[in-house]
């Protein structure tokens, strides 16, 4: 077992890791996870602790650890899991993993203390994959504020309508950043994602990164660097929308609508050439 000063000179800055030594963040991690025996994916092991705490708590884990030294830390300290099957590790990029369609092919649940430097790019594989059912993991709390802010909140983002779009988003916790080793120079939070569909339509994304483009600016504005100006003019007077509402005041299913009446107009008899913006029926507004 290495002392705190010892595992803060190991830390490998460059696969961002500050590992979780705080038991009792494990814990509440481990008490909000979902009720149910579906297995679990862990990005990002490190030296196990949250592992060890997802085998206690009867859970079959797949873990994808990109660090060498640490693989090899997990498979001794592992070793009678993943014998009995009950933990299966791949060394490698999860990112990479992640090529194919699902890190997983069955149903599962994604818990993890994500290293912060690819956070945003794993939440979103994660809200893409169709197997994953709900995401809990650690991030940075700024992260987890731009997914779970709800419409008119200073922090509502086009990733706030992509997750509001396929389930229901939570910051559950703050995690200040000495429960870490080494400690991050940022506070943390853990982020709760209860999926009810995937996300499926890539133009969908472009609109809503040109709706957030300048996210202080009109969100008509927005749209007309893009669009013809008086298309946009119309649907807004059709939607009953303010002509300066900015793009964190409009609720998700107001995207969905824009979107939709944007999509109809580019076809040449205006027939709708579009798949919904996702799986999911827009929320009333
Ligand atoms: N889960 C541990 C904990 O809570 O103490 C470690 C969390 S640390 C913030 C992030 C972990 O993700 C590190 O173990 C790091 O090596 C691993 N990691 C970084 N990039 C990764 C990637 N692309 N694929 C898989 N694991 C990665």
Request: hydrophobic residues 35%.
């Amino acid at each position: 077992m290495k002392s705190d000063k010892e595992l803060a000179t190991f830390a490998s800055k460059r696969y961002g890791q500050n590992f979780l030594k705080n038991q009792s963040y494990i814990t509440q991690i481990i008490q909000a996870m979902p009720k149910d025996t579906l297995p679990v994916v862990e990005i990002g092991p490190g030296l196990g602790d949250l592992t060890k705490a997802l085998l206690r708590s009867a859970k079959d884990v797949t873990a994808f650890e990109v660090d060498r030294r640490l693989c090899e830390h997990l498979t001794e300290t592992f070793e009678e899991p993943i014998r009995q099957g009950n933990l299966i590790l791949k060394c490698g990029d999860a990112l990479e993993h992640w090529e194919q369609e699902s890190l997983l092919d069955e149903p599962y649940h994604l818990v993890a203390n994500l290293p912060y430097y690819i956070a945003t790019n794993l939440l979103l594989k994660a809200l893409h994959d169709p197997w994953c059912q709900s995401i809990l993991t650690m991030v940075q709390k700024e992260v987890a504020l731009k997914f779970s802010a709800q419409p008119k909140e200073r922090d509502f983002s086009a990733l706030s309508v992509l997750a509001d779009s396929v389930g229901e988003a939570t910051l559950c916790f703050e995690v200040e950043p000495e429960a870490f080793v080494p400690p991050p120079k940022v506070t943390s939070a853990v982020l709760s994602i209860v999926k009810f569909s995937s996300l499926d339509n890539r133009r969908f994304e472009d609109f809503l990164k040109i709706a957030f483009s300048q996210p202080r600016k009109k969100l008509s504005k927005n749209l007309s660097g893009q669009y013809p100006k008086e298309e946009i003019a119309k649907i807004f007077t059709n939607l009953g929308l303010r002509e300066n509402i900015r793009p964190h005041e409009a609720a998700t299913s107001l995207y969905h609508q824009i979107y939709t009446a944007l999509e109809q107009k580019d076809t040449p008899d205006g027939k709708s050439r579009q798949q919904p913006a996702t799986q999911a029926k827009p929320k009333p507004l």
